[in-house]
């Protein structure tokens, strides 16, 4: 089983609409939570971190966890074509500072 | 906006070389980390680094990879003898505390390419 699995895509969504995106974890001991985008050939960048039960939001996004499931999503309202990038869960559950990636979900919104 | 930087952008190296990636975190962070990327596929942690020393590493860290911290604000990679799969893209990160409370800024990454 792998510790951060996200789900697969890629996932197409048109402009306006809401885009869900899934991310599991294995470590029931894990901590914090955080959402990166990723443009194709670029650095991952901070969109949110989570770490307690429930919807955070900002802005246009909302983070999801249910630590009792090992779950946690990213709910995208009035999605953009500037939103178009891979999405990577990462889950951080030590103290070393290691956090895990997940294999990263695509997202398209079409125009 | 305070940002990580990394040289060079990108790197190329014969098989058997040495390189040594650079990377100057953000000035008031305490937590410094090298990720890497290999094409297509997910971002891995290689190692996280503390008050000088190495905090975790992961199975990849070997014998061949190093760090260093060699004045106050740059943090070194060093491989010693590349490889082919040594291919990628490696991140650099930095953050003010743990991953348990802290995320990761990252900078704009050197790209590794091992002939």
Known sequence: ?111 | EPEVTQTPSHQVTQMGQEVILRCVPISNHLYFYWYRQILGQKVEFLVSFYNNEISEKSEIFDDQFSVERPDGSNFTLKIRSTKLEDSAMYFCASSTGTAINSPLHFGNGTRLTVT
């Open chain 1, 1 to 111: 089983q792998k510790e951060v699995e996200q789900n697969s895509g890629p996932l197409s969504v048109p402009e306006g609409a809401i885009a869900s995106l899934n991310c599991t974890y294995s470590d029931r001991g894990s901590q914090s939570f955080f959402w990166y985008r990723q443009y194709s050939g670029k650095s991952p960048e901070l969109i949110m971190f989570i770490y307690s039960n429930g919807d955070k939001e900002d802005g246009r996004f909302t983070a999801q966890l249910n630590k009792a499931s090992q779950y946690v999503s990213l709910l995208i309202r009035d999605s953009q074509p500037s939103d178009s990038a891979t999405y990577l869960c990462a889950v951080g559950n030590t103290n070393a500072g290691k956090s895990t990636f997940g294999d990263g979900t695509t997202l398209t919104v079409k125009p």
